[in-house]
């Protein structure tokens, strides 16, 4: 959950690779620090390769690449193989590519004074909207305040108790169940994307089943799975590829971003914020809905429905706006009944903050020095390191490397201290 991240994490521990790195700082320092870091590993990573390319070249040069006195450059280059066999590279992303199908007519579905309850509990209460092609909703409330169900009446799973759900033309629907009923527990991974078919339609190309399961992910073993050895987050991006596989234009998606990784997050965000169609969608992940919906309709779980403009963070400016005016409201009604007279209402000021000692006050203003030295260091290792002469020495070049990762550390210390002090 990215919000939350960024609301209360001071540290940031990240698994990667089978290696842990602790980053010091909030989340939007682990982002901006994380990109610099891979960034370096990469321009290190290929200066490896060159330097390796080159020895292989010379190794394949024949018998004088073997005399004694060129054997300490022979055992070098062992040693440089090993390390580039035990190297793990980043694992790939998701590549989503979602089918799309004919435009729907312009009103996609209508709710008029639907009433629908369980038991003693009224769920929705005269409920009444219309969602129009294009539209973006995201449907927000707590745990059983009907969300689910509301999605599920609104396409036909459900009847109401009264009123009526008019669907449009032309509609075609992908839903993507919160519970993952629609994967067939008894088919491997594969058979439920495809259903049999070696190939299958993606936006207007012909792509095979396995290559397509493979941009979510899936290495031909585990596509040939049965599906109960999937993990959680293996079994959210089947279910993904399921769906995009088939043509709609109206997207139902509950909960999707349960078990999903940031990475997939981000790129499920960008192919949503691109589909051409209608999108309707139940998630608690507030960054999600900030990013992929245009309005949230709020449930209070008492049969109440109110829609908003815009997405959360929008929705929750209005709240705290409509909080604040009431308490001032109430406030100014019983000071003027308390008194008999209307009093105006007095904010208290902020407490003043704490002063910093001259210790700290000398620490503050020498860390922007600071981080402009590491920040030149760091260029100069990295402009350094593109030079021919470096990379012809490993130990040189493994040097500057470990230098420059000491220099991120050092500098994501450098900017937390001073947004501590400040």
């Known amino acids: 959950d990215r919000a939350f991240l960024r609301a209360l994490a001071t540290r940031i521990i990240e698994i990667d690779r089978g290696a842990v790195s602790s980053w010091p700082g909030d ?94 509990r009224c769920l929705l209460k005269d409920f009444t909207t219309v969602v129009q092609r294009g539209d973006r909703i995201g449907i927000i409330g707590h745990n059983g305040s009907g969300k689910t169900t509301l999605l599920r009446l609104l396409l036909g799973e459900l009847q109401p108790d009264s009123g009526e759900i008019r669907t449009g033309t032309q509609l075609e629907v992908a839903y993507f169940d919160q519970l993952r009923n629609v994967l067939r527990e008894d088919w491997n991974a594969l058979d439920n994307v495809a259903e049999g078919q070696e190939f299958i339609e993606i936006a207007g190309r012909r792509v095979h089943a396995l290559g397509y399961l493979q941009d979510f992910m899936f290495t031909p073993e585990r596509a040939r799975a049965p599906i109960t050895r999937l993990s959680g987050g293996e079994r959210n991006r089947l279910l993904l590829a399921r769906l995009f596989a088939r043509p709609s234009n109206l997207l139902v998606m509950d909960e999707p971003t349960n078990d999903l990784d940031v990475e ?57 706006r409509a909080v604040g005016s009431k308490a001032a409201d109430e406030r100014a009604t019983l000071a003027g009944t308390t008194s008999g007279v209307t009093t105006s209402v007095v904010t208290p000021a902020l407490a003043p903050k704490r002063k910093l000692s001259f210790k700290e006050q000398r620490e503050l203003d020498a860390l922007p020095l600071l981080i402009e030295t590491l920040d030149a260091e760091s260029a ?40 501590a002090l400040e």
């Not at 580039?84 to 004919?102: C, D, F, P, T």
């Not at 499920?268 to 309709?297: C, I």
């Not at 500057?400 to 990762?405: D, E, F, I, T």
């Open 27 to 120: 989340y939007a320092n682990f982002l901006r620090r994380k990109e610099e870091r891979l960034h370096a590993e990469a321009q290190e990573n290929a200066l490896f390769d060159r330097r390796l390319a080159e020895e292989e070249v010379w190794i394949r040069q024949g018998i004088k690449a073997r005399r004694t006195r060129n054997e300490g450059r022979v055992r070098a280059l062992e040693a440089m193989r090993r390390e580039h066999s035990e190297r793990r590279e980043k694992s790939g992303n998701v590549r989503l590519a979602i089918a799309e199908a004919n435009k729907s007519g312009r009103r996609v579905l209508q709710a008029e004074n639907v009433n629908y309850s369980i038991g003693d």
């Open 380 to 419: 100069s290792i990295a402009q350094a390191m593109t030079n021919p002469a470096v990379f012809s020495d490993a130990s040189k070049a493994k040097t500057y490397g470990a230098r420059l990762a000491a220099i991120q550390t050092e500098l994501a210390q450098a900017y937390a201290r001073w947004e």
């Open 264 to 320: 997939t997050l981000e790129l499920l965000e960008e192919q949503l914020a691109a589909y051409p169609g209608t999108l309707l969608l139940v998630s608690h992940d507030r960054a999600f809905l900030d990013a992929v919906t245009t309005s949230v309709l709020v449930l209070d779980g008492d049969g109440g429905a109110i829609e908003y403009v815009g997405g959360y963070s929008d929705y929750a400016q209005m709240q705290a």
